[in-house]
C-alpha cells in the first residue's frame, strides 16, 4: 500500500478553492484531520450495553485514529490525499482469550505481510510488519504499563494486546499516543434521565424564543448526505447499529481482518466519511440559518461537533468543541448576551454539558429532533437524552423544522 493514499481524483477548480478557503488551522481545530477515539469496557455501570455478567468481565477494547488529508498543489492535477495514517486498538481479555486472537492475527498476517521483528519473552510477545508504506505494531503485555501506571484493578488472568497501525511518515508524539488512556482514566460518562416536556414543540413559543444561539450535532450533516456516526461504530467495530451494545467479543472484530487481509479497500472504507464531508452540498437549512443570522434572530457563534466544515462555508462562525484530550468538560462557551435560547439542531448526549450550561445562564433549550434517521435498513431510533421538563422538543429533520420557523415568522411578521 502506498502513501499518499488516493481519496478523490482530479478535483475542480471549485474544490480546490473550497480546500484553500475552509481548510485552515484555527486555534481549536485542523479541518484537514479526522480524529476519532473510543473506549468500551465491562462494569456493573454498563452492563446493558457492555453484557456485564459478573466481577470477573473486566473487557476492553479501545480505538483510537487519525487521518490526515490534504492536496498537493504543486502538481498539474489536484488530487484529495490521505498523507497520513495512525490507528491504534488496544484489548484487555482473559488470557486464554487474547492467545486465541493472537493465533488469528498471525496466522492472517503471515504471507501477506513482511515480517521486521519478532520478540517473545513468557507472556510477552512484539511483531513488527509492513505492507508497502504500511506499518503493523503487536505489543502484548502479561500487564500493561498504562495500566500499571494508573494502578488499575484487573483480573490476574486478564492481559493486554496493543495493534498499532501506521503509514511510514507518521510522527509518533507520546501525548499524542496517550489520549485514549487520559480519556479511560475519566470513568464512565453519566447518562442525563430523560424528562416529559412541559412546553412541547410549539412554532410560536420557539420563535418566542428568538433570538437564539445554535448548537448543531450530527442531523444536518445527514441531511446533507453524510452518513451518520453510527457508519464510523460499523467500520471500526464499536457498538451495534441498532442494539447500542459495544463489541467486545474478539468474534465481532472484523474490523482488524478487513486491513489485515486488503488494506486498500480497508482504507478506502475509512476515508468514506471525510470524502462525503468535502463533496457535500449544503442543504436549504444552512440557508437559512444563514438568513436568520443575518436577520439577528440568530446570534454567537455555531456551536458545533461536526467537522464537516458546513456552517462555515453558510458563511457563519463556528465554535469547534470536539475535544478528546480533556473528555467530559465543556469548553467556556460564552453564550451571547442578546440569545433568549440554545436551540439544539440533531445533536444527543451532550458529553460536554453544553445544554446544562446554557440552562445554568437562564436559556431556553429547543431541541429540533425526529429522534432517528433513515438508513438502508429503514428508520434508526435514536432519542434524544436530556430533554427535561423546561426544554421544547420539536421532532422534525432540520430542514423541515427550519422552513416551517422561517415561514411562520414571514406569516406572522408581527412576531
Known amino acids: 500500500m502506498k502513501f499518499p493514499f488516493k481519496v478523490l481524483e482530479n478535483l475542480s477548480n471549485e474544490q480546490a478553492e473550497q480546500w484553500k478557503k475552509y481548510y485552515i488551522k484555527t486555534e481549536t481545530h485542523d479541518p484537514k484531520i479526522e480524529e476519532g477515539i473510543w473506549r468500551r469496557t465491562q462494569s456493573f455501570k454498563n452492563k446493558e450495553e457492555s453484557g456485564w455478567k459478573n466481577p470477573s468481565d ?68 512484539c511483531g513488527k510488519f509492513s505492507f508497502g508504506d504500511l506499518r503493523l505494531d503487536i505489543n502484548i503485555y502479561e500487564k500493561h504499563p498504562e495500566d500499571v501506571l494508573a494502578k488499575r484493578k484487573l483480573p490476574k488472568n486478564y492481559s493486554s494486546i496493543d495493534i498499532t497501525i501506521y503509514s511510514n511518515n507518521f510522527v509518533f508524539d507520546k501525548e499524542f499516543c496517550k489520549k485514549p488512556w487520559d480519556i479511560l482514566g475519566t470513568g464512565f460518562r453519566k447518562k442525563d434521565k430523560r424528562q416529559r416536556t412541559a412546553l412541547g414543540g410549539s412554532l410560536k413559543k420557539i420563535v418566542e424564543m428568538l433570538p437564539a444561539q445554535v448548537e448543531l450535532g450530527c442531523g444536518p450533516s445527514i441531511e446533507a448526505g453524510i452518513p451518520p456516526l453510527d457508519y464510523l461504530h460499523d467500520i471500526y467495530c464499536v457498538s451495534d447499529r441498532r442494539s447500542k451494545k459495544a463489541m467486545l467479543a474478539i468474534s465481532q472484530d472484523k474490523f482488524l481482518s478487513q486491513i489485515i487481509e486488503n488494506p486498500e479497500a480497508a482504507f478506502g472504507k475509512m476515508i468514506e466519511m471525510f470524502k462525503s464531508c468535502f463533496v457535500s452540498e449544503m442543504t436549504n437549512f444552512y440557508n437559512i440559518l444563514k438568513k436568520l443570522s443575518d436577520e439577528g434572530f440568530i446570534v454567537g457563534d455555531i456551536i458545533t461537533n461536526n467537522f464537516d466544515g458546513l456552517a462555515r462555508r453558510a458563511g457563519l462562525n463556528e465554535l469547534y468543541v470536539r475535544r478528546f484530550e480533556n473528555n467530559h468538560i465543556i469548553p467556556d462557551i460564552k453564550f451571547h448576551p442578546l440569545a433568549k435560547s440554545l436551540m439544539v439542531v440533531g445533536s444527543h448526549a451532550d458529553r460536554r454539558g453544553i445544554h446544562r450550561a446554557a440552562r445554568e445562564k437562564g436559556l431556553f433549550v429547543v431541541h429540533i429532533d425526529p429522534e432517528g434517521y433513515q438508513s438502508s435498513e429503514g428508520f434508526i431510533p435514536y432519542p434524544v437524552e436530556d430533554v427535561l421538563s423546561g426544554d421544547a422538543l420539536f421532532p422534525e429533520t432540520a430542514t423541515t423544522a427550519f422552513e416551517k420557523i422561517y415561514n411562520y415568522m414571514n406569516s406572522n411578521k408581527s412576531v
Open 58 to 125: 473486566c473487557r476492553r477494547r479501545m480505538l483510537h485514529y487519525q487521518h490526515r488529508f490534504d492536496i498537493d498543489f504543486t502538481k498539474k492535477k489536484y488530487d484529495l490525499l490521505l498523507k497520513e495514517s495512525y490507528l491504534f486498538i488496544n484489548y484487555c481479555l482473559p488470557f486464554s482469550e487474547l492467545q486465541n486472537y493472537e493465533k488469528i492475527l498471525l496466522e492472517k498476517i503471515h504471507g501477506k505481510w513482511k515480517e521486521i521483528k519478532n520478540t517473545r519473552e513468557k507472556n510477552f510477545y
